[in-house]
T-cell receptor, first 115, second 112 residues
């Protein structure tokens, strides 16, 4: 079974530029998550999708971050414009459903450096 | 509100020695508890989880954890570590309608 795929793996941009990350979840997984992991910290949830609908985006800085999952499969996370404090690893995870006990399967992440 | 405290940011241990990584949580409702491992430049991988039932949970790679409700703890243990266990370990809690909340992680370094 293929795991969660993410691209690119690394990205370096200057502040005020825009950037987009792509995630392809495990086939058949209805729930998709984006996390931000700042160096030295645990992952923090940014947004949760159930199929193509947003379940929780309470921690997403909506003035600069946006995310979509138009067909209920792949997802894109965008930052525009980027700030220095956005430097982090962006992790995508998926699970079969939204139940609290479901295991979340993580991709390898995209490491973003904002200069 | 829920929170997770991992008391040790770094744990060095000699190869073949036992190890315990500590995790304490707070939540006003019933919880689900998870331990994830993150190898360098990789995503997180589930080691084990507690949903209900037996308080001793066995996971992959010889790890186990014990849920202690009275002490609100979920410590991770392994009786004999290998070099390949060197990684970052994250404890996480999920309760009620809340999403998964991670601790700050413990870096386990196994010394040959």
């Amino acid at each position: 079974e293929a795991g969660v795929a993410q691209s690119p793996r690394y990205k370096i941009i200057e502040k005020r530029q825009s950037v987009a990350f792509w995630c392809n979840p495990i086939s058949g997984h209805a729930t998709l998550y984006w996390y931000q992991q700042i160096l030295g910290q645990g992952p923090k949830l940014l947004i949760q999708f159930q199929n193509n609908g947003v379940v929780d985006d309470s921690q997403l800085p909506k003035d600069r971050f946006s995310a979509e999952r138009l067909k209920g499969v792949d997802s894109t996370l965008k930052i525009q414009p980027a700030k220095l404090e956005d430097s982090a690893v962006y992790l995508c995870a998926s699970s079969p459903g939204p139940q609290p006990g479901e295991t979340q399967y993580f991709g390898p992440g995209t490491r973003l450096l904002v200069l | 509100a829920q929170s997770v405290t991992q008391l040790d940011s770094q744990v060095p241990v000699f190869e073949e020695a036992p190890v315990e990584l500590r995790c304490n949580y707070s939540s006003s409702v019933s919880v689900y508890l998870f331990w994830y491992v993150q190898y360098p430049n990789q995503g997180l991988q589930l080691l084990l989880k507690y949903l209900s039932g037996s308080t001793l949970v066995k996971g992959i790679n010889g790890f186990e954890a014990e849920f202690n409700k009275s002490q609100t703890s979920f410590h991770l243990r392994k009786p004999s570590v290998h070099i390949s266990d060197t990684a970052e370990y994250f404890c996480a809690v999920r309760s009620g309608a809340n999403n998964l909340f991670f601790g700050t992680g413990t870096r386990l370094t196994v010394i040959p």
